[in-house]
């Protein structure tokens, strides 16, 4: 077996068994923290010498979460308070719940009473997050969940501890930004279903080792010769996109996945942390990586509104044949966004589909028909 295969079976794996990563942490001795979406830095769980570990749902059944939830919230928020209520997170040291849309709001109430057990940190990032203000907010909240965490893990963060961590996140960012671009170029090694699993899989790893193997994955691919595609190139879009069904459909029709604009891929890995901010004061170092944030439904943009154009480019830049819109059924900001996204990409003559999706969704017909469909369409 190749070293590449290797790699992408141990990526794989670990992406599809969160709980077995779990056990070894915890056998290990280390304290792990539940990490909810999105932008929580990470890197003050590091400092900290603890483990963040993504909590983005999951496609098991929902049913003592029904009791706090109407069933129009999306399934990651229904899930994640499932998965509190039934005590499949209860070894986590603790979870750090964001706030950036109208459903992570409530859902942090709901986990805060119904979850009691399980110590929480409550994460608000400011809407203004760019102006001056913004950013000394954002400086005290990150401040304040730094101060949080020190008290789970028993350890003050020293600054040195905290620009190791932003290190640490910096070189995942950019091996993870490498491999984007290396899996357009060899999608006859990097199935849709394996690419979601190398970025799914970061989140149930110490992000030191998901560098090093990615960095050696990437620069395996790199050698590969560049051989054309003769099925059709995607961009993808959406919350997530990391469903087995949906993805077996993209390989089985030879959709490859030449970038995405998905939250729990590459949204949130566009920028890195500045070390020479950070090197005179962390925090701010640590603000301002997310006033740069942008291009996202879930940020403000108090300028003009610049996503839809950017995410357009970003597939008519990637080769893009077209762009496949997977929608979180009931997400608010994904859902009063798309007809300026639709828009923008027929302003650039990208044709797109939109797939309805959710977590406990079991019949991929209908997604099934309208992949084969699209993929007709474009060959034409
Ligand atoms: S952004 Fe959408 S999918 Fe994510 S928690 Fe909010 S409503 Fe749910």
Known sequence: MSRINEILEQLDHISQNPKEQLDKFIEEGKKVIGVFPYYVPEELVVACGMVPMGVWGGAKEINKAKEYFASYYCTIAQMNLELGLNGTLDRLSGVIVTTMCDTLRPLSQNFRVGVPQIPFIYLAHPQNRKKEFG??????????????????SGKKATEEDLLKAFEIYNANRQEKRRFSKLAALHPEVISATLRSAVFKSSYFMEKEEHTALLKELNNELEKLEVVE?????????????????????????????????????????????DMEIAKKNPMEGLATWFANCDDDVLLYDPTIYSRPRNVAK????????????VMMQFCDPEEVEYPHLKEALDNESIPSIKLGYDQQMVDFGQAETQIQAFTDVMSL
Not at 138 to 144: G, H, K, P, W, Y
């Open 314 to 325: 970003l597939a008519k830049e990637s080769g893009a044949d077209g762009a496949v819109i």
């Open 135 to 152: 950013i000394k907010y954002s400086e005290q909240v990150f401040t304040r969940v730094l101060n949080e965490l020190e008290e789970i």
């Open 229 to 273: 595609w003769t099925g059709t190139k995607v961009m993808t879009s959406g919350i997530l996109c990391d469903s087995r069904k949906l993805l077996k459909i993209f390989d089985d029709n030879k959709v490859a996945i030449v970038a995405d604009d998905v939250a729990h891929e590459s949204r949130t890995i566009k920028v890195d942390i």
